[in-house]
């Protein structure tokens, strides 16, 4: 028995094919075992030529230069966990078996038999290889519906026969099947010695393309750092749920889920709060300007890249205040704390993307006339003729920006009946709306 050294980092392994396309395989599982926080290794069974709309063609590895990866792994790492997707043929199935059976990994097995889009990805006489000499060494088996029927047999179309054919995969050999959501409405069936779970979900629109393997490769990556089966089916789950909703509209065909988005947005979310804090600080160090607040207070926000609500944007938590000569934030930076800035960013977004934050300050004719001379774009709209149940800062935003024909730099308007007149700074981020504020300021104190 070879001594292997000692690792505190989980190291897993996927055993399947590549996608061209980067949506499934071999790339859907790096990327989930990436954002999972283990070490992920593969061998590659078989190269495709897809996209999202379907195979084009497959292109198999020789069994020799599988089992040469396998084995070369093997000798240098301590694999923690393994899955296999795409297996292509009987003799690589053949070898994967002998390979796992060899060296008593823990693993995963997705049933891979046809791409999303569309393709065939096993070969038909691999499948009874599949059924005889892997699933037997299998910690649990993830099929969806379509290859719960080919291993077991059975017709599945509602609880009662996810429920049978699972209890026959049991009974090929695996400790544990996983019959995953579609015709389930959204829920997924787990059986293991005699026990059943269900693990709701539900059936949730956008991308599509590469769920099953992020689903198998999310267990994978839980297994492997200490949970019980359940636990990692349900926490495998979520996982996939929040990448499809963090898919992006990317090809012709299902888009490819986001494994990444979760950890991209808090990090947006992150960078966006440190904006936004350096914004405020910058603008409460410098007592000039007090000079631009009007009496209701101003604020400043930000939004993250790709915002939709309002608590996708940072605000300051109340306004910005006059206190004697100098400037006070009556609250913290916070997500969600001003409707009022973020309609104006929102709405800005909606013309312009990179257009993501905003703030207000006191009109006066001499603040106009120090923006016209800096150069800045200037745009305004008219609260009179505001439509009966709008959002004034959404219609007058957008009043404004077609009326310029692009976001302009400052949108002001004259107010209305209790509403004081306001200018509003648009920029690309918070420290530069800031930046703008501060030096509409000093040239303001120049005149």
Known sequence: MRMMPSYTYPVVLTIGGSDSSGGAGIQADLKTFATLGVHGTSAITAVTAQNTTGVKNVFGLSPEAVSWQLEALAEDFEIKCAKTGMLYSAKTTSVVADWVRDWDISLVLDPVMEAEAGGRLLDPDAVEVLRKRLMPLASVVTPNIFEAEVLAGIKVNDEKTAKAAAERILELGAEAAIITGGHLKGADLLAKAGDVHIISGAIEKGG?????????????????????????AHDAKK????????????????????????????????????????????????????????????????AIDGATKLEDIAAVEGRLVKSGKRVHASGCVRFGASGHVARIILAAMSFDSKTRAAMNVKLSQDLLDVCSRMGL???????????????????????AISDCGKVPDIIWDKGGPGKEPMVRILGSDAK??????????????QI
Not at 258 to 280: C, I, K, W
């Open 239 to 302: 996982f996939a749920t929040t990448s499809i909703l963090k898919s992006r509209n990317l090809g012709r065909g299902p888009s490819p889920v986001n494994q990444l988005g979760e950890v991209l947005e808090e990090a947006n979310r992150y960078q966006t709060y440190v904006q936004m804090s350096e914004a405020l600080e910058m603008l409460v160090s410098d007592p000039l300007f007090r000079h631009l607040i009007p009496e209701v207070g101003s604020n400043v926000g930000m």
């Open 208 to 232: 599509n393309h590469g769920v099953g393997c992020t689903y198998s490769a999310a267990i994978t990556a839980y297994l492997a750092k200490g949970s019980a089966l359940f636990d990692a």
């Open 432 to 445: 530069k709306v800031a930046d703008l504020a501060l030096e509409m300021a000093r040239q303001l104190h």
């Open 377 to 399: 774009r200037i745009a305004s709209f008219d609260r009179a003729c505001e439509p009966s149940g709008s959002h004034t800062m959404s219609w007058g935003t957008c009043q």
